[in-house]
Every structure is written in structure tokens, then in C-alpha cells.
């Protein structure tokens, strides 16, 4: 089980911008976030691949979010710009030792997972 630890979660302006982080105890193959807003059901947003650092997007979020990760460091970063008052939510970092990022993007899981971090956007 591989520890997760995010932060970077805020109050922001809609058009505005966050830069979400997310701490991993040790290494995984695919890393990701998920997120959930209230009455909703948790849904995928960005996941990135150890090897190739290939990238996967959810349509809502694609042209807007930017996910990367540092290797050396077990950490990977959500940059949000042009944030919308639906993107608010609870987002949820995500880490898999064995499935890629591809495979958490259309299995929609992962195997290890933080405590979340609110992201709110005012209208």
C-alpha cells in the first residue's frame, strides 16, 4: 500500500488558477487524480505513467489541467488553470503500483488513495 499525502487545495475565483501536489510513501507505475463533488459519484481526471510519463485527461478537464510528476521525488502535480465553478470538488490523488496510467484512466481505480483536498471556485 503505497501512502498518499496531497495539499494545495483552496478557495478560488472562477478563471483563476491551483496547483494541487500529491506525496507518495514510494514508487508506483501509474499516478493520478480523481475527483468528487458533493451528490456526485467520484470521477477521473488526470492520471500520468512512471515510464513515458504518458498523460491521460477527462474531457472536462483537457486543454485546462496539466498533470505531471517528479520520479525522484514520488510526487505529481495537478496545474489547474481556467478553473470553472464546476470543477469544484474533493480531489483525490491516486497511485497504482502494476496499472498505468491508461488503465486507471479507462478502469476508473486505483489501488492506493489520499485523504483529498478541497477545491472550491466562486462564481
Known amino acids: 500500500q503505497i501512502q498518499l499525502v496531497e495539499s494545495g487545495g483552496s478557495l478560488v475565483q472562477a478563471g483563476g488558477s491551483l496547483r494541487l501536489s500529491c506525496a507518495a510513501s514510494?514508487?508506483?507505475?501509474?499516478m493520478g487524480w480523481f475527483r468528487q463533488a458533493p451528490g456526485k459519484e467520484r470521477e477521473f481526471v488526470a492520471a500520468i505513467s512512471y515510464i513515458g510519463g504518458g498523460t491521460y485527461y477527462a474531457e472536462s478537464v483537457e486543454g485546462r489541467f496539466t498533470i505531471s510528476r517528479d520520479n525522484a521525488k514520488n510526487t505529481v502535480y495537478l496545474q489547474m488553470d481556467g478553473l470553472k465553478p464546476e470543477d469544484t470538488a474533493v480531489y483525490y490523488c491516486a497511485a497504482d503500483l502494476f496499472r498505468s496510467a491508461q488503465q486507471m484512466s479507462s478502469l476508473k481505480t486505483a489501488g492506493s488513495w489520499g485523504q483529498g483536498t478541497q477545491v472550491t471556485v466562486s462564481p
Open positions: 514510494g514508487r508506483s507505475n501509474g
